[in-house]
């Protein structure tokens, strides 16, 4: 077949970065940049020109940005994105025929070659762009073609190469040949706490002070604690009415005690479902003010979605079509053998209803949206459907594009790669079981530097209500310090399951990896205060990230070499290199650790001849260093870790007070 116009001659062979050959979207965040690569060439020797377009979901118009070439047929440019939402880009290339023109007239001039037809070439060129440029422009081009055509050719070629005239030339492209990548690809835009957010999980029931069952009010309690020790998201486990049939007991037993208060993601009874309130914790007007009063303290509520039922739920009754049915009449409830969860039944996403049933979930989270969510923690979002997903999130924030959603995934990695490429705006990870130097290097890799770091925000969390990993079960304190400071200096956002965090609980039951007498079961009365606990170490680590925007993100990352297995060394730097950090971490809570690590002084902007500032920001020791390779010594029952500030020198002092 005859392509519709074979006179293009420019190939677009790659644009990146995208996600799956432009299927799903990349992301960003207000503020953020989009460089954009691509492999564009030409036959032949002619000049061309390529440049990025892109423009916002609504708009219309293309904005540009020219590209440049790098190496080897590689042209590179970016873009900044404003605004929440969807932009798109592709890319555009064209024979650059005034470009190839001034270049063989500079060839041919330098080679004392005749270059007389070639500027009569150039001045009608320049005769045919003046017709459509604007007046000012016009009379400059058709005042150098004049030139162009006089006999004074050393004059009339230095006309012809000026940048002057290269620049006021490019302003009116001949683009009618051009050729446009064959993928508008996409990129969606979230607001910054997309990539840069500190979580805090707690369950309200068991906030009250005086034994009895915690509430949304008491939760208003703790809300000045966590903005001082700087978390920005209060993430709440369901708040829902909890089911009576096949109620969990303590230590998830089978069969629960009349005082049992149950798992609260045994979702439903009489008093509603998940559009209600477990009327315990308090009125959806008291949820209402602690959302209200949290945003005062700079903390925003999380809420957990997690579609799913017990027994008692009204859509039980309402909608059976909506649920597995056994052969024996009974509902199926959820299962992962040999785990069995009696009080949960799933939802059947294959029924023949499942159009309502979409609709229904959607409203649910639109629900919750009005009362004031904007985060959602979802629960196993990898027992659903992806589609469902999909739909689900486009549909949401199509309206509301503000809201997060974050992944609550274990499970096999295409799989949760797959919910990031659908649209989760964050992910939970392998971070949890990846402790050595290795495992941890590797993953950051993976994370960061790939393409998996276009589509996937990695959310780190040491511990869960649901895991409490050997790692921090068999390490003590100083386990659970050095888990926290990786997790918060790896990854731009990471959570806590705060009070049994803060206080280094690491009981376990029956040595598996779950918590003893966990609080998914049981209502607990927690001393924060406790012996032992790690809160000032939370709050400075905390007070760090704020402080340093290196550190607000995860691609920025470099790993730095170092001679020691058991030291983890990297360093993140702003794009302007005004905040520099490096972070060095022993992966060891017994013993003490040394080194050497080597810094990348030349991407720091540091010259290895001069010294530079190495400030720790845990425990307010400076250090003067020179070159690339300097020593560390860690001692995990001290502080196993070092937050560097990186300071240049600016001038030359005789002494070491004037850094950046």
């Known amino acids: ?120 070439m150039a001045a009608r060129m320049l005769r045919d762009t003046a017709q459509q440029a604007a007046s000012a422009d016009a009379e400059k081009l058709s005042g150098w073609a004049s030139i162009l055509e006089s006999p004074k050719v050393d004059h009339a070629v230095e006309i012809a190469l000026s940048d002057e005239l290269g620049d006021l030339m490019h302003q009116y492209p001949d683009r009618s040949l051009a050729t446009t990548y064959h993928t508008e690809l996409a990129v969606v835009v979230d607001r910054p706490k997309a990539i840069y957010s500190t979580w805090y999980e707690l369950f ?46 303590r230590n998830n037993a089978t069969s629960a005690a009349p005082d049992d208060p149950g798992s609260p993601w045994a979702i439903g009874s009489s008093a509603g479902g998940h559009k209600a309130i477990h009327s315990e914790l308090g009125t959806l007007d008291d949820f209402k003010r602690l959302i209200r009063q949290a945003a005062e303290h700079g903390l925003e509520i999380a809420m957990d979605l997690a579609f799913q039922c017990s027994p008692d739920h009204p859509y039980v009754t309402e909608h ?36 309502p049933l979409w609709e229904e979930l959607k409203s649910i989270v639109l629900y919750w949206i009005g009362q004031g969510i904007r985060i959602f923690r979802v629960d196993n979002p990898h027992t659903k459907p992806f ?31 797959q919910l990031a490429k659908v649209g989760f705006n964050q992910s939970y990870t392998y971070f949890t079981w990846r402790n050595t130097k290795w495992e941890l290097e590797q993953y950051i890799r993976e994370l960061a530097h790939t393409e998996v770091g276009e589509y996937m925000r990695p959310n780190f969390w040491p511990n869960t209500p649901d895991i409490l990993p050997q790692y921090l079960q068999f390490g003590g304190r100083p386990a659970f310090i050095i888990r926290l400071i990786l997790a918060a200096t790896l990854s731009s956002s990471y959570g806590i399951y705060g009070p049994a965090y803060e206080l280094c609980v690491g009981e376990t039951l029956d040595g598996r990896e779950e918590y003893l007498h966990s609080e998914k079961y049981e209502i607990k009365r927690w001393n924060r205060e406790g012996p032992g606990n790690i809160r000032a170490v939370v709050e400075r680590v905390n007070r760090v990230r704020r402080q340093n925007p290196s550190l607000q993100s995860i ?91 990186v300071r240049r020198r600016l001038r030359r002092e005789t002494d070491f007070d004037y850094f950046m």
């Open 1 to 120: 077949m005859i392509p519709d116009d074979g006179r293009k001659r420019v190939v677009i062979d790659l644009v990146g970065p995208q996600v799956d050959g432009g299927r799903f979207p990349i992301k960003r965040a207000v503020g953020e940049t989009v460089h954009v690569v691509a492999h564009v060439f030409a036959d032949g020797h002619d000049h061309i020109r390529v440049e990025v377009l892109y423009r916002k979901d609504e708009q219309q118009e293309w904005a540009t940005r020219r590209m440049t070439c790098e190496t080897n047929d590689e042209w590179s440019a970016a873009f900044l994105v404003t605004d929440l939402g969807r932009y798109f880009y592709t890319v555009r290339g064209w024979v650059d025929r005034f470009g190839t023109l001034q270049s063989d007239v500079q060839k041919k001039f330098e080679a004392a070659q005749d270059v007389g037809l070639d500027l009569k």
């Open 204 to 249: 309200p029931r068991s906030v009250a002070e005086d034994g009895t069952h915690g509430t949304f009010p008491d939760c208003e309690r703790l809300l000045p604690d966590l903005a001082m020790m700087g978390f920005d998201v209060l993430y709440l486990p369901p708040i829902h009415p909890i089911g009576q049939t096949h109620r969990k007991g």
């Open 320 to 355: 059976p079509e909506w649920f597995r049915w056994r052969l024996d009449g009974t509902v199926q409830f959820a299962e992962n053998p040999p785990k069995k969860y009696e009080d949960i039944l799933p939802l059947n996403f294959e029924c023949e209803a499942w159009q």
């Open 387 to 417: 589609r469902f997903w999909q739909w689900l999130i486009e549909e949401v924030r199509r309206d509301y594009p503000d809201v997060i959603f974050l992944s609550e995934a274990f499970t096999r990695p295409k799989v949760m790669q």
């Open 555 to 645: 691609r920025n990352i470099r790993l730095c070499p170092v001679d020691n297995e058991a030291i983890l060394c990297y360093a993140k730097m702003t794009e302007d290199q005004s905040n520099i950090t490096v972070t060095v971490v022993s992966i060891d809570p017994r013993y003490r650790q040394s080194g050497w690590i080597r810094l990348p002084l030349d991407e720091m902007g540091i010259d290895p001849r001069r010294p530079f500032l190495a400030h720790d920001l845990l425990t307010d020791d400076k250090y003067i260093w020179q070159g690339e390779t300097n020593y560390i010594e860690l001692d995990p029952h001290v502080m196993p870790g070092h937050i560097l500030r």
